[in-house]
């Protein structure tokens, strides 16, 4: 049987003859170190790249880490007078929600530790211990931080590196749906990074959007897909550790790019990769970080207390063997 295991989604874009009043529109750009590609149906004009532009300019203002003079990289050097803005509360308030569901494995100050194994935007350090774990374990822990009644960030240690990067991406695609729904457009399909919002449906075709779930054996020049799905008014989020890694020059050792804030360890555990569908993109980002981190009984044991919100997890058993696990209203959106 050949090999194949699930990573990424991505978006079917099939062209056909428009068949309604409404006009389709393509628009592709870079953002947040990636692509973008957003379809919509409407019947009126506006400038949407400048609303794009703007919204982009927004949530990279409030939380880009790899921004100088972002909120977010002003209080990781210890400002602790800078209000932050509504966006930047928004993503704390997700931040917490999927830190209780997930048990702590989902926690946005694994920061210093990303940065420790090289997955962040400072230089990573050559040799890992014990003792250097331990050190940066210290500044771990989501409950030594916190948003004051003034709206200024608090932190036990002012060493303490938040990181939303797990999550901000899914949130500055909800808020692109949001401004496109400002307009009256209620039919869109916005993909960014592999990453997706769709709301209404394909005026084209008259059906749901389509999206899927890449292969880990495809390779970036040739996409294969697994599993093909409907997905309608909702995000979705998929991650995995087949192409994030980093491989130590001295010690050969393979570092993967998602953390278990708990033991401070970048291994490989069980899962291979979790596709979540969400109401928000915020909301399956998160959740798809989790999943990758709590290894596979512990991830479908979450998925399966939550609701509205679906995955479809692959991972590896006591032999080797790749399986896979979706829940009920995943399986239900297959094309089968």
């Given at each position: 049987m050949k090999k194949i295991i699930a990573f990424l989604v991505f978006i079917?874009?099939?062209?056909?003859?428009?068949?309604?009043?409404?006009?389709?529109?393509?628009?592709?750009?870079?953002?947040?170190?990636?692509?973008?590609?957003?379809?919509?149906?409407?019947?009126?004009?506006?400038d949407v790249?400048?609303?794009?532009?703007?919204?982009?300019?927004?949530?990279?203002?409030?939380?880009?880490?790899?921004?100088?003079?972002?909120?977010?990289?002003?209080?990781?050097?210890?400002?602790s007078t800078l209000v932050v803005d509504a966006l930047f509360k928004d993503v704390w308030q997700i931040s917490e929600i999927v830190h209780k569901n997930s048990l702590g494995y989902?926690?946005?100050?694994?920061?210093?530790?990303?940065?420790?194994?090289?997955?962040?935007?400072?230089?990573?350090?050559?040799t890992i211990n014990d003792m250097v774990l331990d050190s940066v374990m210290a500044l771990v822990g989501f409950n030594k931080v916190a948003i004051k009644n003034?709206?200024?960030?608090?932190?036990?240690?002012?060493?303490?590196?938040?990181?939303?990067?797990?999550?901000?991406?899914?949130?500055?695609?909800?808020?692109?749906?949001?401004?496109?729904?400002?307009?009256?457009?209620?039919?869109?399909?916005?993909e960014l990074g592999g990453e997706v919002l769709a709301k209404g449906k394909n005026i084209s075709k008259n059906r749901p959007w389509t999206s899927a779930v890449e292969a880990t054996?495809?390779?970036?020049?040739?996409?294969?897909?697994?599993?093909?799905?409907?997905?309608?008014?909702r995000g979705l989020a998929g991650s995995g550790n087949y192409r994030k890694y980093r491989i130590d020059d001295t010690t050969g050792k393979k570092y993967v790019h998602t953390i278990n804030p708990l033991t401070g360890l970048a291994e490989q555990n069980n899962v291979t990769s979790a596709t979540i569908i969400a109401p928000t993109c915020a909301l399956a980002d998160a959740?798809?970080?989790?999943?990758?981190?709590?290894?596979?009984?512990?991830?479908?044991?979450?998925?399966?207390?939550?609701?509205?919100?679906?995955?479809?997890?692959?991972?590896?058993?006591?032999?080797?063997?790749?399986?896979?696990?979706?829940t009920k209203g995943f399986?239900?959106?297959i094309l089968k």
């Open positions: 079917i874009f099939a062209g056909c003859k428009n068949e309604s009043s409404y006009e389709k529109k393509v628009l592709q750009g870079n953002a947040f170190g990636t692509t973008y590609t957003i379809q919509y149906f409407t019947a009126s004009n506006f790249q400048k609303q794009i532009d703007s919204v982009l300019y927004r949530v990279n203002k409030s939380m880009s880490t790899y921004i100088y003079q972002s909120d977010i990289s002003k209080i990781n050097r210890g400002d989902f926690d946005p100050t694994v920061g210093s530790l990303r940065n420790l194994y090289g997955f962040g935007d400072t230089p990573y350090l050559e003034d709206g200024t960030v608090h932190k036990g240690n002012p060493n303490i590196y938040i990181d939303f990067n797990a999550v901000a991406k899914g949130y500055g695609i909800d808020c692109l749906g949001n401004m496109l729904s400002s307009y009256n457009i209620t039919d869109y399909i916005i054996v495809s390779q970036v020049d040739n996409r294969e897909a697994v599993v093909y799905f409907t997905l309608q008014d959740y798809a970080t989790a999943c990758m981190a709590m290894g596979f009984e512990k991830a479908k044991a979450m998925l399966e207390t939550l609701k509205d919100v679906d995955g479809y997890v692959t991972y590896v058993d006591a032999n080797q063997a790749p399986q896979s696990y979706s399986e239900a959106l």
